[in-house]
């Protein structure tokens, strides 16, 4: 491992990149947070996907960078990956139900279960 951090900033394209000494190891960490890396002429480019929007790149990136400290790697993430709050104001996601039994329709019989 070396001295260097692994540095997770948004690029000036917008795109989130890594740069810095990615080991065989921080690669799969990084992979595993839904990174791809595309191989270059003298290096490889380490980024997220383009179309998945802000608030799932800073969550992703985020979670990188936790598995990367948890792995006791040393990462420097841009301030703007902070993970975006949600909306307090919208509605609740409604609960999962179970269903109910319900009787069969008039002058039908059901076949009992072998």
Known sequence: MSDAAIRITRGPGGEVEVDGPVDTFAASV????????HP????????????RGHRW???????A??????????????????PIPTDASAPPRR?????T?????AGTTRRPRH
């Open 95 to 99: 609960a999962k139900t179970a269903r």
């Open 65 to 82: 960078a936790e598995m990367l400290t948890a792995a006791r790697y040393r990462v420097d993430r841009a301030p703007d990956l902070n």
């Open 40 to 51: 270059m002429l003298r290096d490889v480019w380490i980024r997220l996907p383009f179309d």
């Open 30 to 37: 990084l992979a595993r947070a839904g990174f791809d890396t």
């Open 101 to 105: 039994t319900q009787p069969s329709p």
């Open 57 to 63: 790149e800073n969550e992703h990136a985020t979670w």
